[in-house]
């Protein structure tokens, strides 16, 4: 019965691929994944609005730009397993190495985490950090308004 519901199918997928969000997902197959990436910005809206969440409450208790700034960008990683982060350090490593296509992709999938993995993460993190510490500066309406829009503009990305 529930085959044929791709809708359905594809929410499911994209919410338990794309977050920690403990979801029944029932088919793994292309057509899935296919309607994964349509709802994909709507996974960006709802953990956006929770790392907004974070972020805002940070700022309104007293905690300033920066505190409100690294809240929002730890409850996204969180979130998301930090499966963009993996990702991210991955391909710098094996891109940093140097080496030849082959060597780069062996090194792309080893489980642990290099120099240029380490230096490449920091420099992102730090670089969302200051972006989001300029909107929460602006008041914590605004910097809540930056995350969630970060967050679903990188979901919308992946159609």
């Not at 920690?20 to 309607?35: F, I, M, S, T």
């Not at 960006?44 to 700034?69: H, N, R, T």
């Not at 972006?131 to 500066?137: K, R, S, T």
């Amino acid at each position: 019965m529930t085959r044929h519901r791709p809708a359905l199918h594809g929410l499911r997928f994209a919410f338990g691929t794309l977050s920690v969000l403990r979801v029944r997902v029932e088919r793994w197959d292309r057509p899935a994944a296919g309607a994964a990436m349509l709802w994909a910005p709507l996974v960006g809206l709802v953990l956006g609005a929770a790392a907004a969440g974070c972020g805002a409450a940070v700022a309104l208790l007293g905690g300033g730009s920066l505190l409100a700034s690294v809240a929002a960008v730890a409850v996204l990683a969180w979130l998301t397993r930090g499966l963009h982060l993996d990702g991210l350090a991955d391909v710098a490593d094996g891109l940093g190495s140097g080496k030849p296509a082959e060597d780069a992709l062996r090194i792309m999938k080893q489980s642990d985490i290099g120099p240029f993995g380490v230096l490449t993460l920091l420099l992102v993190l730090l670089g969302q950090i200051a972006a989001l510490a300029g909107a929460f500066g602006a008041g914590a309406w605004q910097g809540g308004l930056a995350v969630v829009t970060a967050a679903v503009a990188a979901r919308c990305a992946l159609g």
